[in-house]
Nanobody
Framework: QVQFVESGGGLVQPGGSLRLSCAASGRIFRIYDMGWYRQAPGKQRELVAT???????NYVDSVKGRFTISKDNAKNTVYLQMNSLKPEDTAVYYC?????????????WGQGTQVTVSS
């Protein structure tokens, strides 16, 4: 069973940057697309960025141009570079492998990493 360990969150002022990391216990990046999700208080978890096996990326409109997803297959790690952060980016961020047809994921969730954008 694949396990994810997310890190890199913290408290940052509006306009600041953070780089999140997600380490996987297996070579899941070579088998499935990977995504970063976030869940804000009182809201459903949403998929905000994906990277395909081949390295193609896609973003939800609210983060397009500000967030960059990348991966390092050799390190079994996926990253999320977040720039120009806004208070509405405040959430717990998770990584996982999305199943697009059902909206579910191939693996269980990790503990996530908290991102708080506030002055």
């Amino acid at each position: 069973q694949v396990q994810f360990v997310e890190s890199g969150g913290g408290l940052v002022q509006p306009g600041g940057s953070l780089r999140l990391s997600c380490a996987a216990s297996g070579r899941i990046f070579r088998i499935y697309d990977m995504g970063w999700y976030r869940q804000a208080p009182g809201k459903q978890r949403e998929l905000v960025a994906t990277v395909t096996i081949g390295g193609n990326t896609n973003y939800v409109d609210s983060v397009k141009g500000r967030f960059t997803i990348s991966k390092d297959n050799a390190k079994n790690t996926v990253y999320l570079q977040m720039n120009s952060l806004k208070p509405e980016d405040t959430a717990v961020y998770y990584c996982n492998a999305p199943i697009y047809s059902s909206g579910t994921t191939y693996a269980d969730w990790g503990q996530g990493t908290q991102v708080t954008v506030s002055s």
